[in-house]
Each structure stands twice: as C-alpha cells, then as structure tokens.
C-alpha cells in the first residue's frame, strides 16, 4: 500500500474554500432548441472545499466523477456530478464551471449566405453543505454598435466597433441560449454575421446608422427585455465597446434580483 499523503495534517491548519481541477478540454453535448443537442469541446473546472485537518485532496477523483457523466450537460446531470464530488471527496460543498463555444447557422441579411457563428458561453453550478443547487449560466454576444455622438456632430459617417455584451442568468425554469442571444443582438446597431457579400456590407453599415447606440444604451434595454421574463431570479449585463478611435474601452453593467 503507498502512503495517501492528501490524509496527512498540514503545517497551516486552515481551510481551504475551492480546491480541484481547472480548465480540463473535455467533449460534452449542450442543447440546442433548433437540434435538440450539439456537440462541443468544453474548459471545465472542478472544486470542492478543504477542511483544515487535511493537507490536499484527491485529484485523480475529479476526473474519475466526469467520466462518469460524460454526455448531455443538463440541469439534473450537473447536479449529480456535484454530489458525486462531494461523496467522493467527503466534502461540504462543491463547485463545476464549464466554459464552451455554441454556434448558430446564421443568414446575411440581403445575400443570405449561412455561416456559423460562435458565441462563448458557460455553466456554473454550486452545492452547499445543505445540498442546496444554484446554477447560473452566461453567454457573450459580439454585436456591432455605433456612436450617437459621433454621428451627432460628423457631417459625414460615424465610428463604429464592435461590441461584447454579456448576460448571466439564473432562472427557475429552462431559457435558450438562442433567446438570449437574439435578445441581446435586436437592442446593439446591428448584430455581426460570420459571412458577408458587398451587398450585405452596405445594408448593415446603413442600419447601424440608423440605430446609433451608447454601451449605457445596451446595456439598459437587455435590461428591459430581461425584466420582462417572469423565470428569472437574478441577472447581469455587461458591455463593452472595443473603441475604434480611442486608446480604451468603455463599459457599462447593470445586475437586478428579484
């Protein structure tokens, strides 16, 4: 037998909040509201607490419990991952955070020619000692936005660049990634398309003209779509302007609970 060494009494006795596993490249399926799943490579990470009595845990037990569960990432099967990490790891609580890209077919708005378009997104789940389940989940959606100001005071044209907004969610029910993402893009100057013709160059550059917006402008109508969607517990908006003329950015935040 070799020693278990995690077993030993550290020097500091003291606890440790997150201990675990980061940024594991692992394949899982998320679902899809037009495919009902889709495949896709996530960055997840795994943690439990540590009390003070022992010096380390056991890592190999992280990876052991996804295994398990390799598949579908639903609600219920994040849930029986965090159990089995607190079983398995004699634990009070614990911790999983996925990282991964969703794509959507999206259509040029003049050409229609379809292309994927990638968003970056993420799961968090909790267990506490009680064995109470929180989750949220986050989606960053780049939009393009375009500045009243500058188009105030040019006689001709404005600058415009593109934007991130990200919204995290917790919900007591499901909600598509796909409504938050289409939410997000109808309150930007216009959404981004991964393939465009001439035509469609011209169209997009000419209604974002027409709907020139601050990030302060973003960020407070996904705050009024979201307030009407009767699910939701809590939320966060972000966005932020990578600024064409500038040497910053800007941001803006706004986070609600009911």
């Given at each position: ?50 009390p003070g009595m022992f010096r380390g845990t056991h890592m ?83 939009v393009l936005n375009l500045c009243p100001c500058s188009k ?82 809590w939320y966060e908006v972000e966005s932020e302007n990578l ?16």
């Amino acid at each position: 037998m070799t020693p278990d060494i995690q077993n030993e009494r550290p020097t500091q006795k003291i606890d440790i909040d997150k201990v675990g596993v980061k940024n594991i490249e692992y394949p899982i399926s998320v679902m899809d509201k037009k495919k009902e799943m889709q495949p896709t490579i996530a960055r997840i990470s795994m943690y439990v607490n540590l009390p003070g009595m022992f010096r380390g845990t056991h890592m190999s037990r992280f990876i052991n419990i996804l295994n398990k569960h390799r598949g579908l990432i639903t609600q219920q099967i994040l849930k029986a991952i965090l159990l089995d990490m607190k079983r398995e790891l004699k634990a009070k609580s614990s911790h999983i955070e996925i990282h991964f890209p969703y794509f959507l077919e999206k259509q040029a708005p003049v050409s229609n020619n379809k292309g994927l378009m990638s968003y970056n997104c993420g799961f968090f789940a909790t267990l506490n000692a009680d064995d109470n389940f929180s989750q949220h989940f986050k989606v960053r959606v780049p939009v393009l936005n375009l500045c009243p100001c500058s188009k105030e005071i040019s006689r001709w044209g404005a600058h415009n660049q593109r934007s991130i907004v990200t919204v995290t969610i917790c919900s007591r029910k499901l909600i598509w990634m796909e409504d938050i993402i289409d939410l997000v893009e109808s309150c930007a100057s216009s959404p981004l398309y991964p393939l465009l013709k001439r035509e469609d160059e011209k169209y997009i550059t000419e209604h974002a003209y027409q709907k020139a917006r601050f990030v302060e402008d973003v960020v407070r109508e996904v705050a009024f779509h979201l307030d009407e969607i009767p699910r939701l517990t809590w939320y966060e908006v972000e966005s932020e302007n990578l600024e064409s003329i500038h040497n910053h950015n800007v941001y803006a935040y706004i986070s609600k609970k009911f």
